[in-house]
T-cell receptor
């Protein structure tokens, strides 16, 4: 266990559905991240939060909407997704948003869009 | 262009044998390099982290080396076990730029250990 939990572990949704992914870290970290991992592609960093403020936002489609209500919780709200959005979505946390701090990953949510 | 290339893409070895995974990068300026192990259906777990001044670092049966001059790193696994079957990801961090722009991920090497 890395101290980062994600729910659900698996999710199947239609293109018209709205769902949310949840991440919780029990490490007292100040930074949290959402990653997308597609088959045979490198991990893609989607969003970065530091102390509940979104620090950076990669060129992610607006159908993905992150929310960080406090430093321990991170959500990814999904709506009108496309089949190509099917992937493993990983949450991670680190002590600070600095290059020297190790990131601890959750187990991921396997998302399938039908 | 900053990139991280890993080889081989996949590898099968017999239990008890040693193996070496490669990571070549063009990321500059360099800050640090990490090796992660990712079991199927799980999130990546950090194995080692090395900065510019470190040439080698061990974590049990895992030994990582770094040659900052040639921009190459290797991960050597000794006396492999079935539990070593996983994807091994090389991540290089740049010394400047935004958080999103600092981290460069390799595609990983899929290692399978057979009994």
């Amino acid at each position: 266990e890395t101290g980062v939990t994600q729910t659900p572990r698996h999710l199947v949704m239609g293109m018209t559905n709205k769902k949310s992914l949840k991440c919780e870290q029990h490490l007292g970290h100040n930074a949290m991240y959402w990653y997308k991992q597609s088959a045979k592609k490198p991990l893609e960093l989607m969003f970065v939060y530091s102390l509940e403020e979104r620090v950076e936002n990669n060129s992610v489609p607006s159908r993905f909407s992150p929310e960080c209500p406090n430093s321990s919780h991170l959500f990814l709200h999904l709506h009108t997704l496309q089949p190509e959005d099917s992937a493993l979505y990983l949450c991670a946390s680190s002590q600070e948003v600095e290059r020297g701090y190790e990131q601890y990953f959750g187990p991921g949510t396997r998302l399938t869009v039908t | 262009k900053n990139q991280v290339e890993q080889s081989p893409q996949s590898l099968i070895i017999l239990e008890g044998k040693n193996c070496t995974l490669q990571c070549n990068y063009t990321v500059s300026p360099f800050s640090n390099l990490r090796w992660y192990k990712q079991d199927t259906g799980r999130g990546p777990v950090s194995l080692t982290i090395m900065t510019f001044s470190e040439n080698t670092k061990s974590n049990g049966r895992y030994t990582a080396t770094l040659d900052a001059d040639t921009k190459q790193s290797s991960l050597h696994i000794t006396a492999s076990q079935l539990s070593d079957s996983a994807s091994y990801i090389c991540v290089v961090s740049a010394d400047r730029g935004s958080t999103l722009g600092r981290l460069y991920f390799g595609r990983g090497t899929q290692l399978t250990v057979w009994p």
